[in-house]
């Protein structure tokens, strides 16, 4: 007999996540092809015909014939997987193609592909502690989980500065020893919120402090700037970062990730980081189709154009019809419920009786108390999707009797 009952242990650690209402259940999608946003939800007992309001493929490229065709044709011509570390003869011309075209879109001299924003997150900020010897980074407070993976990792010494407070992260950074290596690391996007950081007067700050700074512009890339390379590129600000980092799985519809920046950080990185040396490079196909993805979006402003402008009608139809919408400046249109048993209450009702997919949104995502729907629109969400869904939400927001105020805009 085994003195420790690991099954046991097992159930009660799922115990405890159903007993605060955030027990996961994933929905079970049939994707089909050219018909974006629609999906079949399979269900428990049977199928049905939904939308999805919660992609982060946030404009549709997972299904733009350009992409698919460049992924098919890379297939034909390379196989499948690429068959090795980049080291070890994983790197296809496909993967050298693609480091230049994101150095390109960042107006910087080089960049690194990672196998997601994850992996680059963590793998970069863990091994740039290794890299500058005495580091200290400074993280926002609501930096992504991949993000604080990383500095952990480090081993730096970290100091976590109030979300977007500039003023907090001035007394830190003044605080610590003048002559030290130093890093600023922020989103730009922020996405379970929808606030967007002032990326110039941070790049500022940490440059009157001798500090280096690391932007994470995973839900920005893509969707921001006249050419899609993020916020800093919309607000003029690209050459004050240093390491821009970004995702091709949401708003570019493949996967992957990468950082870019200077010749020499990117050359170090590629030689100390763990999470990119030891693993299979990205297929062929994949690095393909982001390559079309990102060429694609490079030259389509008007996509741009057209999310920004769905996003600002759905927050302005919600707010009508007197639903929370949070403070959102962005893409994102979260609404908040404020507890994880309505939030999927209110979810679940939607998914099958109403053919509107969206998913819950509770801790540790957000803070408890804050539990929300959160919905993206893309280009490709239209009136008619939108009539339905706030009709539909005003009617359950009564029927389930959610609070209409609170922290609303
Ligand atoms: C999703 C996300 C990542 C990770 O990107 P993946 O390509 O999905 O691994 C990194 N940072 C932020 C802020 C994210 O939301």
């Given at each position: 007999m085994n003195p420790v009952d690991y099954k046991a242990a097992f159930r009660s650690a799922v115990d405890q996540i159903r007993s605060e209402g955030r027990y996961r259940v994933f929905a079970d999608l049939k994707r089909h092809r050219g018909n974006f946003p629609h999906a079949t939800w399979v269900g428990p007992d049977l199928e049905r015909e939904v939308v999805v309001w919660c992609s982060n493929d946030y404009l549709g490229q997972g299904q733009n014939p350009v992409v698919l065709d460049a992924m098919h044709a890379a297939i034909d011509a390379a196989g499948s997987g690429s068959g090795g570390t980049r080291n070890i003869s994983g790197t296809t011309h496909y993967h050298v193609e693609l480091e230049h075209e994101l150095a390109d879109l960042h107006g910087k001299d080089a960049a690194l592909l990672f196998t997601s924003g994850y992996v680059a997150n963590e793998a970069t900020l863990s091994s740039l502690a290794r890299i500058l010897p005495g580091l200290i980074i400074f993280?926002?407070?609501?930096?992504?989980?991949?993000?604080?993976?990383?500095?952990?990792?480090?081993?730096?010494?970290?100091?976590?500065?109030?979300?977007?407070?500039?003023?907090?992260?001035?007394?830190?950074?003044?605080?610590?020893?003048?002559?030290?290596?130093k890093l600023v690391a922020f989103e730009s996007v922020y996405s379970m919120d929808g606030d967007i950081a002032d990326i110039g007067a941070t790049a500022a700050l940490a440059k009157k402090y001798g500090a280096i700074t690391y932007l994470d512009e995973v839900h920005a890339v893509g969707m921001y700037g006249l050419r899609g390379a993020g916020v800093a590129?919309?607000?003029?600000?690209?050459?004050?970062?240093?390491?821009?980092?970004?995702?091709?799985?949401?708003?570019?519809?493949?996967?992957?990730?990468?950082?870019?920046?200077?010749?020499?950080?990117?050359?170090?990185?590629?030689?100390?980081?763990?999470?990119?040396?030891?693993?299979?490079?990205?297929?062929?196909?994949?690095?393909?189709?982001?390559?079309?993805?990102?060429?694609?979006?490079?030259?389509?402003?008007?996509?741009?154009?057209?999310?920004?402008?769905?996003?600002?009608?759905?927050?302005?139809?919600?707010?009508?019809?007197?639903?929370?919408?949070?403070?959102?400046?962005?893409?994102?249109?979260?609404?908040?419920?404020?507890?994880?048993?309505?939030?999927?209450?209110?979810?679940?009702?939607?998914?099958?009786?109403?053919?509107?997919?969206?998913?819950?949104?509770?801790?540790?995502?957000?803070?408890?108390?804050?539990?929300?729907?959160?919905?993206?629109?893309?280009?490709?969400?239209?009136?008619?999707?939108?009539?339905?869904?706030?009709?539909?939400?005003?009617?359950?927001?009564?029927?389930?009797?959610?609070?209409?105020?609170?922290?609303?805009?």
């Amino acid at each position: 007999m085994n003195p420790v009952d690991y099954k046991a242990a097992f159930r009660s650690a799922v115990d405890q996540i159903r007993s605060e209402g955030r027990y996961r259940v994933f929905a079970d999608l049939k994707r089909h092809r050219g018909n974006f946003p629609h999906a079949t939800w399979v269900g428990p007992d049977l199928e049905r015909e939904v939308v999805v309001w919660c992609s982060n493929d946030y404009l549709g490229q997972g299904q733009n014939p350009v992409v698919l065709d460049a992924m098919h044709a890379a297939i034909d011509a390379a196989g499948s997987g690429s068959g090795g570390t980049r080291n070890i003869s994983g790197t296809t011309h496909y993967h050298v193609e693609l480091e230049h075209e994101l150095a390109d879109l960042h107006g910087k001299d080089a960049a690194l592909l990672f196998t997601s924003g994850y992996v680059a997150n963590e793998a970069t900020l863990s091994s740039l502690a290794r890299i500058l010897p005495g580091l200290i980074i400074f993280s926002d407070s609501e930096n992504h989980a991949s993000m604080i993976a990383g500095i952990r990792n480090g081993k730096a010494e970290r100091h976590i500065f109030r979300h977007n407070d500039l003023d907090h992260l001035e007394k830190l950074l003044a605080a610590a020893p003048a002559d030290a290596p130093k890093l600023v690391a922020f989103e730009s996007v922020y996405s379970m919120d929808g606030d967007i950081a002032d990326i110039g007067a941070t790049a500022a700050l940490a440059k009157k402090y001798g500090a280096i700074t690391y932007l994470d512009e995973v839900h920005a890339v893509g969707m921001y700037g006249l050419r899609g390379a993020g916020v800093a590129e919309r607000d003029g600000v690209m050459d004050q970062i240093d390491i821009i980092e970004g995702t091709l799985g949401k708003a570019f519809g493949v996967m992957g990730g990468y950082i870019a920046g200077d010749v020499d950080m990117v050359d170090a990185v590629r030689l100390y980081a763990a999470g990119f040396i030891f693993t299979t490079s990205l297929p062929p196909a994949l690095t393909a189709g982001a390559l079309a993805s990102v060429k694609y979006l490079k030259a389509h402003n008007e996509l741009r154009i057209r999310h920004q402008e769905r996003a600002e009608t759905l927050k302005r139809r919600f707010k009508e019809a007197g639903l929370p919408v949070m403070p959102s400046v962005s893409h994102i249109v979260p609404v908040l419920v404020g507890d994880p048993v309505h939030c999927k209450l209110v979810s679940d009702a939607l998914l099958a009786e109403h053919g509107i997919y969206v998913q819950p949104i509770n801790y540790p995502t957000v803070p408890k108390g804050t539990e929300r729907l959160r919905f993206t629109p893309t280009p490709f969400h239209d009136d008619t999707m939108m009539d339905h869904l706030v009709k539909t939400m005003d009617a359950l927001w009564t029927r389930c009797n959610v609070k209409r105020h609170g922290m609303a805009a």
